[in-house]
């Protein structure tokens, strides 16, 4: 092959490929959507947590409509209870440990089968005397079946 001859067709190889129809740019990708919770934790009613008796500390996601509570236990230091309701279902725990400072805390609940356990970890806000209450905000870390989420909570104790 002569030098003209590959020329001419490398100028034809170029000619070709221009005249072709170009390719759609690559659609764009929408980012995945978050996975959705493993379970669901349900809010309380108050005769849900007629077996708390005593001070009670209750949690509440922030913001929540009043008495939509996630979470109470019996506010003790030793042998505490609390309850939760996961998927529909009704889950007492107790108290297997906790860390307690004059700001705050962290808390741990466990069932009795090691299917739930709730990390309260939170911060100790305004007292309230007069109604001998004490208000709080932290995170619940519920870990149900291996699955864990966090929910950050308002509520407090009262007496």
Request: glycine share 10%; proline share 5%.
């Amino acid at each position: 092959m002569t030098k003209a001859t590959v020329a001419a067709l490398l100028t034809g190889a170029i000619l070709i490929s221009a005249c072709q129809p170009k390719s759609p740019p690559a659609a764009v990708q929408k980012p995945p959507a978050p996975p959705k919770a493993a379970f669901s934790v349900d809010t309380l009613a108050e005769a849900d947590y007629s077996g708390i008796q005593g001070c009670m500390t209750v949690f509440s996601r922030i913001g929540a409509q009043p008495g939509a509570s996630l979470f109470v236990e019996d506010a003790v230091d030793t042998d505490a209870k609390g309850l939760m309701k996961i998927d529909g279902q009704m889950i007492g725990v107790k108290l297997v440990s906790q860390t307690q400072s004059g700001k705050g805390g962290l808390r741990l609940f466990r069932s009795a089968d090691g299917k739930l356990t709730v990390a309260e970890n939170y911060i100790t806000g305004t007292a309230h005397e007069d109604t001998d209450s004490v208000e709080m905000t932290g995170n619940l870390t519920i870990t149900w079946k291996g699955a864990s989420q966090s929910i950050k909570v308002e509520g407090g104790t009262a007496c």
